[in-house]
């Protein structure tokens, strides 16, 4: 079309700068919109939890990772007790945290007597240094999805460097090099 002319305008600096101002001022909006209240964040999460069979020394236990969200008193304790498979009393395990992290994995002392889809309960607080304030405390279940039956009852190896313990009567050749 012989009378249509398209004005090309520059950008200048100003410009760019309320474009730029625009953009942040949207991002913030986003995170402002999507962020949760510190009041209303735990201090401690629970990230998982599970068993843990280990057949090369013939043990099992089982246990939860815990994050901790918010600032706490150094040498703070998170106290885990732990249901016996076998009905003896709760094991409570403690575990002291310090400056130098924020995620700990809480496992119980050996156990038996593991049933295939049983839950087991778990009690878990964060206890705050000095004066014993509670701040944290949750209860939930862990359940295995097989028995303990898989398991060993003496260790398959002993020492370092895996060799076959000689009071196990496990079946298998040894554990040692691969032939190449």
């Known amino acids: 079309m012989p009378g249509l002319r398209f004005e090309t305008r520059r950008l200048s600096v100003n410009h760019l700068a309320i474009g730029l101002a625009g953009f942040i001022l949207a991002l913030v909006a986003i995170g402002w919109a999507t962020r949760t209240p510190p009041g209303q964040t735990p201090t401690l999460t629970i990230a998982g939890s ?22 706490v008193r150094r040498y703070s304790k ?8 076998q009905g003896g009393p709760p094991m409570t395990v403690v575990e002291t945290l310090t400056a130098r992290s924020t995620r700990y994995s809480v496992r119980s002392p050996p156990v038996r007597g593991v049933e295939k889809g049983k839950p087991y309960q778990v009690a878990v607080r964060l206890i705050q240094n000095i004066d014993g304030a509670i701040l944290f405390d949750d209860r939930f279940t862990v359940t295995s999805q097989m028995s303990d039956d898989v398991v060993p009852d003496a260790p398959l190896t002993v020492g370092p460097g895996y060799a076959r313990n000689p009071a196990s009567s496990g079946a298998g050749p040894a554990p040692g090099p691969v032939p190449d």
């Open 50 to 71: 599970g068993f843990l069979f280990n057949y090369r020394i013939g043990e099992v236990s089982y246990g939860f990772t815990a994050i901790v969200n918010k600032p």
């Open 78 to 85: 998170i106290e885990a007790v732990f249901e016996d498979p």
